[in-house]
């Protein structure tokens, strides 16, 4: 199934999203916040859309045509007022969220992948990531296998794959009982 209405924000997202969701064959990465929302304006403008950002600081103005659907300590879920689309945030960033994750169970990812567990350093390796065929990329997809069966990883897997299938007809209660668990 094609999934480019899911629109993850940089090459870290899409490789947890491509990971950890088995029913669609590729996504639409972009390059930060903005271009995700941007994509959604334009291209998804009238059409089912699924953007999966991070929980920045500064918050995406388009967000405030969206309603909060439900949340957790890592995951946001907003459904735009109007439209079929729907802001997945994973707070507070994804290195954040792949440590706990990774921790929950028990790897330790400097170990087993070279990977650091500062925060500053691991988001520099993730932010540096271009392209699918670069080291990083496949190491990542290698840690998201490991970690996949962790429960925000399901939980967030369990909302893209309800949402994907369910574009035009997700239920706001499912929805919601999938984000608060």
Known sequence: ?????????????TCLTETITSCFNQFNHQKGCSAVV??????????FAVG?????KREEPYLQEFELVGSN?????????????????????????LLKAAAEKGIDITAKYNL????????KITKQISGKNEKAFTVFKQLFREISD????????????YLGNNTYDADVK????????
């Open 1 to 13: 199934m094609n999934g480019l209405n899911i629109i993850p924000e940089c090459y870290v997202d």
């Open 38 to 47: 941007k994509k959604m304006q334009e291209l998804f403008k009238d059409k």
């Open 52 to 56: 999966i950002i991070d929980k920045d």
């Open 73 to 97: 300590e890592s995951l946001f879920l907003y459904k735009h007022n109007e439209k079929h689309h729907y802001i997945i945030q994973i707070s507070p960033a994804m290195e954040r969220f």
């Open 116 to 123: 650091p567990t500062d925060i500053n350093s691991l988001t």
């Open 150 to 161: 962790a429960s925000e990883l399901q939980r967030l897997a369990n909302l893209i794959q």
């Open 174 to 181: 499912k929805l919601r009982e999938i984000v608060n668990g």
